[in-house]
């Protein structure tokens, strides 16, 4: 999707992994209207960090921890994100004390913290972090607000958010569709879609329901984080080392410029939020 400085939302492909099998709900939203997108690309203003790849991962020294429940509240049992189901405002505190020094919306950042833990109980050797999830959603729709889109309560864009048809234009590569428009409404060509931009083939594989409605919809933030969780963590991953690191961010996206934007932007949430406690 994002080449170097010039490229359009959508155009982001995720190379799927291997063996990255499992039992996660595969779902997805009503068929949307598919739409032009405009070139205001999200990521557009962001300076790549000053990092050679593979050199160092994010600094995340500060990890994501949900307020203590009631020892009377029953367990609702285990989501297909991944781990325990847990009550869904467990993160407001953090995610609004969060939002006040990073910029990002404490919606989104409730999706990130969540889908962290997920994968510390799921998948406890990946140690993938809410910080590269925000940096991640930042570079791919701006925490799901692209083209003018508020993320609302639900976790959902007001209106759905869709790439641009990958159709072999300059650029773009190309995909002929792998899903009859059902998740992107273009029944010629694949989009990526939602506030991580997944093509449909991709999330078909990896698809997770983050917010324990027994479903996966890949414009739900929940869903949308929790699944790129996932995503990053195949394989075995780990994504606390700068080789884990690297190697996830780069098969989300080929590109270098991709990953040390999405470094810089993860490095920073990580600074300013440990500046914000202490």
């Excluded at 490229?7 to 039992?23: E, K, Q, T």
């Excluded at 869903?223 to 989300?252: H, P």
Aim: glycine share 14%; aromatic share 6%.
């Amino acid at each position: 999707m994002l080449r170097p400085v010039a490229a359009r939302l959508g155009a982001v492909l995720l190379v799927l992994a291997v063996g990255a099998g499992g039992v996660w709900l595969v779902a997805g939203a009503a068929t949307p209207e598919a739409s032009p997108t405009t070139t205001d690309v999200p990521a557009r203003e962001i300076e790549p960090a000053s990092v050679t790849p593979g050199s160092a991962a994010p600094a995340e020294e500060v990890s994501v921890e949900p307020e203590p429940e009631p020892e009377s509240q029953p367990d609702p049992g285990a989501s297909s994100g991944g781990g325990r189901q847990r009550p869904a405002d467990s993160l407001d505190a953090w995610a609004e004390r969060t939002a006040a020094v990073t910029g990002v919306p404490a919606r989104a950042l409730r999706a990130y913290g969540q889908a962290e833990l997920a994968m510390r109980e799921h998948r406890p050797g990946c140690r993938v972090s809410w910080a590269t999830l925000a940096g991640i959603g930042r570079v791919e729709s701006d925490h799901g607000r692209y083209g003018g889109a508020v993320l609302q309560e639900d976790g959902r864009p007001s209106s759905p958010i869709i790439g641009v048809p990958l159709n072999g234009a300059p650029g773009v590569r190309s995909i002929t569709d792998t899903d009859g428009g059902r998740l992107d409404g273009d029944s010629r060509h694949d989009r990526a879609v939602g506030p991580m931009q997944f093509i449909p083939s991709t999330w078909v594989r990896h698809a997770g329901d983050g917010n324990g409605d027994g479903r996966a919809d890949p414009q739900q933030i929940d869903d949308a984080a929790v699944t790129a969780a996932r995503y990053l963590c195949a394989g075995g991953r780990d994504m606390s080392g700068a080789d884990g690191w690297w190697a996830g961010i780069m098969s989300y996206n080929n590109s270098v410029e991709y990953a040390q934007k999405v470094f810089g932007l993860a490095d920073g949430y990580a600074a300013q939020a440990a500046g914000a406690q202490g």
